[in-house]
């Protein structure tokens, strides 16, 4: 059964590799990196469109509620 590589594996192998092979291991590792980076799709938007249909907010809730929020201002603690 193989051992997985962790990533401070990795990087001790690296550190031990001459400064030249450091630079053809980023040389092959970029281009990996940058198809993966391409390829990973971004999550699709819900859209929101219709959020409110059905809801039965009337114009008379709406003042309601503005005036209950407004109704102590300004504060005079503030």
Do not use: C, H, Y
């Not at 550190?15 to 990996?32: C, F, G, H, N, Y």
């Amino acid at each position: 059964m193989k051992k997985a590589v962790t990533l401070e594996d990795a990087l001790a192998l690296v550190k031990q590799l001459s400064l030249v092979d450091k630079i053809r291991l980023i040389e092959q590792v970029a281009p990996q990196i940058e198809e993966e980076l391409i390829t990973v799709q971004p999550k699709q938007r819900t859209s929101l469109r219709g959020i409110w249909k059905g809801s039965e907010i009337t114009e008379s809730n709406i003042a309601e509620v503005r005036q209950q929020m407004w109704s102590n201002f300004p504060r005079e603690d503030v």
